[in-house]
């Protein structure tokens, strides 16, 4: 969405959670009858005293474990399928490795309009099992289907085809883009503090570029932080693009094949062709990078997300651990700091993107720190 002017409020306070950022989303809750669709709250930020003294940083967490289906993906699923019924698209073949497909799942079930064909690799069955009501059967069916993030998406599209419906475009879905947008609505609008960095766990880089987008449609683009988007070792290609210094991404920035691990189950996307030439061009612009990051190196992100003891009492009260995501994000703030691209003092905004989904996490990882 491209303001011809910026508009003077981007937040409506007559509306609550994310309904009060209307005025530059592609919703309009005083015109159409949409409000018992989306309950979602602002997630909180949560100053990691402990660690950033460790780092000599200052480090906040935005806690995005807390949504409903335990991602940062919610916001997306219901603009997503909003934006299907306003289409008046009844059918959409999408793929994911479950956690956006858990959230539109979510919101096709509460929505009760579209119907939902999701691809999901086999690797991630028990992970899509983890919340079972986000899947009422009259929207929603899973295909589970054994092959990498790229082959679910080449398999997605030739589903599609054979069923004649339309396919969701992954990177390039406006309604995914919007809503993930929401994110840093809430960091603009509902927390306030401008940051040197935001850093996120990059898979197709749809969360990077929807973080700049929110700038960009206000009108601000100057003022959106350093990007850093953290790949797992095992499968870096934008990190290999990016080493190279080259604008699009080619074969040899590809891994072959993905390594399986017990670090890495969301951020495989061997392949991101569209995404990367558009990311590197952010990048740029706003002087982030790419960074990646060993398995060792995650199991110490894990390890320092309680450092602090925020997510030990959440750990406490409701059973949720952290997930390999945001350990991922986390191991590349910790090396950033380390070569110095992070400096000293700077604020530091990490996308704490999920939590653990079944399987996801073996507790022996987090001994002596509960
Ligand atoms: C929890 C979590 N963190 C990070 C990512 C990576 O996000 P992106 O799609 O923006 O690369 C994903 C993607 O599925 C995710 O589910």
């Not at 007559?14 to 669709?37: G, Q, T």
């Not at 797992?232 to 399986?260: D, F, Q, Y």
């Not at 061997?270 to 199991?299: C, H, N, W």
């Not at 110490?300 to 995501?325: I, M, N, P, S, W």
């Amino acid at each position: 969405m491209q303001f011809a002017s910026v508009p003077k409020h981007p937040v409506d306070s007559r509306f609550e959670s994310i309904f009060k950022y209307h005025p530059v989303m592609p919703y309009d809750p005083p015109a159409e009858n949409i409000l018992d669709w989306e309950d979602i709250a602002e997630t909180p930020v949560i100053f990691a005293e402990r660690l950033s003294e460790r780092l000599d940083i200052e480090l906040y967490y935005k806690d995005e474990t807390v949504m409903p289906s335990g991602t940062w993906k919610d916001r997306e699923g219901f603009v997503s399928i909003h934006r299907l019924v306003k289409n008046g698209v009844t059918d959409l073949v999408v793929f994911s490795s479950g956690n956006t497909g858990t959230s539109l799942a979510r919101s096709a079930s509460i929505i009760k309009g579209p119907r939902l064909h999701l691809v999901v690799p086999w690797a991630s069955k028990k992970r899509i099992e983890t919340c079972p009501e986000f899947f009422n059967a009259d929207y929603v069916t899973v295909h589970f289907f054994d092959g990498s993030n790229d082959e679910c998406i080449v398999q997605a599209r030739t589903m599609a085809r054979t069923m004649s419906r339309q396919v969701e475009g992954g990177f390039l879905n406006y309604a995914r883009r919007e809503g993930l947008k929401l994110f840093a609505l809430e960091v603009m609008f509902g927390w306030g503090k401008p940051v040197d960095w935001y850093v996120q766990a990059v898979a197709g880089g749809i969360g990077v570029y929807s973080y700049h987008k929110a700038y960009r449609d206000l009108g601000i683009e100057s003022q959106c932080p350093k990007l850093l988007g953290v790949q797992a070792e095992i499968c870096a290609p934008m990190v290999n693009a990016w080493r190279a210094g080259a604008s699009v991404l080619e074969g040899p920035h590809i891994p072959a094949a993905v390594v399986p691990s017990d670090f890495v189950r969301v951020l495989r996307t061997r392949k991101p062709t569209d995404s990367y030439p558009v990311l590197k061009k952010i990048m740029d612009g706003v002087g982030g990078r790419f960074e990646a990051v060993s398995d060792q190196e995650i199991l110490e992100g894990l390890r320092l997300l309680y450092a602090d003891d925020y997510y030990k009492g959440v750990f406490h009260e409701t059973g949720v651990v952290v997930g390999l995501e945001p350990a991922t994000a986390l191991a590349g703030v910790v090396k950033g700091v380390f070569e110095g691209y992070i400096r000293p003092g700077e604020r530091v905004l990490l996308n704490v993107s999920g939590a653990a989904k079944q399987g996801d996490v073996n507790m022996r990882w987090l001994e002596g720190l509960l």
